[in-house]
């Protein structure tokens, strides 16, 4: 034991005082606010409007067109009550539109087909829609653009004229205001959990957000530290220094130690990065993000986080371990880098049983995909949230779950050990089978 | 320490590895407080009788007494281990490397630092102790293995080609550490092929080819039951003499003399005379004990 402590505190300090570690904890959080600042930024960076002429052979369209495409949203959303954040700020749209109507009463259509591209070649004009006479009978408006490629704005355009023309037809119609204003309202959903007390209706909801949170989590840990216990496990054979440790220590107790080591490691840098993330987003983020926000996490059961946290290390290890199994059996790292990659396969299936899980959770299906180490973590974490199964179901999922773990490291401390005493040579997987049967 | 009391015994010890048997039915007696040399060829099976005595492998059968007990791994921590295949922690400064080490022979406390700076001052690389070891020259980082093997007092050191790759200063000094280590009473095992280096420091010795032992004894013994039929000559002329079968067995030329082993039943009286009688100008004719070297490739090439 004070050996398997002694190699933890080796692993754990030496990495912790690495340049790395400190450079990837500070660099990580700007990068990844990177990503989210920069698309904002580019997405509200000012494009000129587009100039566009209305040729409205109906006579009736152009006041609605122009309702649709400009700022003012048609009643129907300004009237549901529920969106108040939305109905403080003004929309930002993406294309926005100057439109002019052009008489089409007095000048024959070929007229104006030529005046118009004048203009465009001119410059004067983006674009020009033209609504022909049966407009409302055969659905059909021509849209004359300068960059067909712009699909953006043809599809706003499109909707637009839906919309405006979804209006007219219920004003023909003489449906009234009030009517046309109920009829388009839209509905809301709540979804409650099954025999909750009512008080409680966000619970589940809130956790499902933590739970994919912490999946996610889970998912970035075990991709950046995977490859990281991959090396740790290597670095004995590249540096030789293997042989001199198992004079004094078990392979088991060494695989062990550098697994946990390498792990306390990933704890306290996802820490600190939480630490730095909850301190940002009660100070920052709390005074932009509305009340309802913040009230609703507490009402996720305590519970729930245990298990999160199980489920989380659960996760984190079983996948970790297999890091540790394919470092045992190859020399270098990049080796060990194209044998990786099953794994991540692997990873990324477990998550699609996300979805299945998450409708049936009580399905046998979902049960044993929540008994399967490698599925469980996700699965069983679904299941927690959505229809939380008996404390038992739980219970054992965790203890086959830790039960792989030792019995994977125990197997790779094996090929480990024998590896070593061929020099130099990568393990095939029936070699790797034999060397964990032998010595 | 009792010059007789055994340290190491190993008794009909075999190991194989699939198909290939790396030791056959091996037995041996290690006498605490002498140095006892391991010799053979590369892939006699050196290593893996090593690796067995410190608990790294199992023998498939036979039996392995350290200090009178069966292997296990209380007694690891008695070993001092220097494996051929040996390295250290690249970014690891020295001091915490040293620490490590001593650490996981479950050395604690303050003397792992009053140990830690009185080896580096014995191997003169005091100044390096905050450096990290990917800075230090191979010599270095191979005297601060050597340290890595003996830091926490091991009543057994067992050293696996501790010298390969030294320049002559250093082996000297490490030579020196292994005959002081000794007369404080410690087993050494120092396994090599570099026959000139053994013949300088080892009491004792097992010479294994093949899997096998070939013979074991003190190094005096078997010098002398080789007896004395090697002679070293340098003279002018006589090449006749000295490729005369019937006189020599094994005919060595260095630069400016000869290394002769007489054939079974020759005399050296005879060769000499027939030298002279063939008029050649004697400058050196020396009885001389065999090289260990010589021994050596005899008893490798003998035919089983």
Redesign the interface.
């Known amino acids: 034991m004070k050996k398997f402590l002694t190699v933890v505190k080796r692993e754990y300090i030496q990495r912790v005082r690495a340049k790395m570690f400190i450079v990837s904890t500070i660099l990580l959080p700007v990068v990844m606010s990177l990503f989210v600042l920069v698309p904002a930024i580019i997405l509200s960076i000012e494009t000129p409007p587009m100039r566009l002429a209305v040729v409205d052979q109906t006579g009736r369209m152009y006041s609605q067109i122009r309702q649709a495409l400009s700022g003012d949203q048609p009643e129907t959303e300004q009237n549901v009550n529920s969106s108040a954040l939305r109905s403080t700020r003004p929309r930002r749209s993406f294309s926005r539109f100057i439109i002019e109507e052009v008489n089409a009463t007095n000048q024959p259509l070929d007229q104006i087909r030529a005046n118009l591209d004048q203009r465009m070649r001119a410059r004067e004009l983006d674009g020009y829609v033209i609504l022909p006479p049966n407009f409302f009978s055969q659905g059909k408006a021509e849209f004359i653009n300068r960059n067909p490629g712009d699909m953006f704005s043809i599809q706003v355009l499109q909707s637009a004229i839906n919309r405006a023309s979804r209006e007219q037809r219920l004003i023909d119609a003489k449906v009234d205001t009030q009517t046309r204003q109920e009829l388009s309202k839209p509905i809301e959903l709540r979804s409650l959990k099954a025999g909750a007390p009512s008080g409680q209706q966000s619970n589940s909801n809130a956790s499902f957000t933590v739970m994919f949170g912490v999946s996610f989590v889970m998912y970035l840990a075990i991709l950046m530290y995977g490859q990281i216990v991959l090396g740790a496990i290597i670095e004995e054979k590249e540096t030789r220094i293997a042989e001199i440790l198992f004079s004094s220590v078990k392979p088991f107790t060494l695989m062990m130690g550098k697994l946990v080591g390498v792990s306390l490691v990933a704890l306290t840098q996802l820490a600190i990065w939480g630490t730095a993330f909850g301190v940002f987003a009660v100070y920052g983020v709390g005074l932009l993000v509305s009340e309802e926000m913040r009230s609703s996490i507490p009402t996720i059961p305590f519970l729930h986080f245990v298990y999160f946290g199980l489920f989380f290390l659960l996760g984190y290890f079983i996948y970790a371990t297999i890091y540790a199994l394919v470092g045992s059996m190859v020399t270098t790292a990049q080796e060990g880098g194209q044998l990786a990659m099953p794994i991540i396969l692997i990873l990324v299936v477990s998550f699609y049983l996300f979805w299945p899980v998450s409708r049936s959770p009580d399905s046998p299906f979902s049960f044993w995909v929540s008994m399967f180490p490698f599925s469980a973590p996700v699965a069983m974490l679904v299941r927690i949230v959505t229809q939380t199964p008996p404390f038992w179901q739980i219970a054992l999922s965790l203890l086959i779950g830790f039960s792989t773990v030792f019995v994977i490291m125990w197997l790779a401390s094996r090929i480990y050990r024998v590896g070593m005493l061929m020099y130099g040579k990568r393990a095939s997987i029936p070699e790797a089978i034999r060397w964990a049967r032998q010595a | 320490m009792a010059a007789n009391e055994t340290t190491v015994k190993l008794d009909g010890v075999s190991k194989s590895?699939g198909e290939f048997t790396a030791v056959r039915d091996l037995s041996l007696d290690v006498r605490a407080g002498r140095v006892f040399g391991l010799l053979g060829p590369n892939g006699a099976g050196k290593t893996t009788t090593i690796?067995m005595i410190?608990?790294?492998?199992a023998p498939d059968s036979g039996t392995i007494l350290l200090f009178g007990r069966r292997i296990d791994?209380s007694l690891?921590?008695r070993?001092g281990?220097?494996?051929e295949?040996?390295?250290?922690?690249?970014?690891?400064r020295v001091a915490?490397q040293l620490r490590?080490?001593a650490?996981?022979?479950?050395m604690r406390g303050k003397q792992v630092e009053s140990k830690i700076d009185e080896w580096l001052a014995r191997v003169k690389l005091s100044e390096w102790k905050n450096r990290r070891s990917m800075e230090l020259s191979k010599g270095m980082q191979q005297k601060i293995?050597f340290i890595?093997?003996v830091i926490h007092d091991p009543d057994l050191l067992i050293l696996d080609e501790p010298f390969s790759g030294l320049d002559p200063v250093n082996v000297e000094l490490l030579k020196e550490i292994v005959l002081d280590l000794k007369r404080a009473g410690k087993t050494i095992i120092f396994s090599t092929h570099q026959m000139e280096v053994a013949e300088k420091i080892c009491d004792d010795i097992c010479l294994l080819n093949r899997s096998q032992k070939v013979f074991e004894g003190s190094l005096r013994e078997i010098k002398s039951s080789f007896g004395r039929n090697s002679v070293a000559v340098r003279c002018e002329g006589g090449n006749g003499v000295l490729d005369d079968p019937a006189l020599v067995s094994k005919l060595v030329r260095h630069v400016d003399e000869a290394q002769v082993l007489l054939a079974p039943g020759a005399d050296a009286q005879t060769l000499l005379k027939r030298l002279i009688d063939s008029g050649a100008v004697i400058g050196k004719f020396e009885m001389v004990e065999p090289s260990l070297n010589d021994i050596f490739i005899t008893k490798v090439t003998e035919p089983a």
Request: net charge positive; proline share 3%; glycine share 4%.
């Open positions: 590895f690796r410190v608990n790294i492998t791994a690891q921590d070993i281990y220097l494996p295949e040996r390295g250290l922690y690249k970014k690891m915490d490590f080490f650490e996981i022979k479950n293995q890595t093997a």
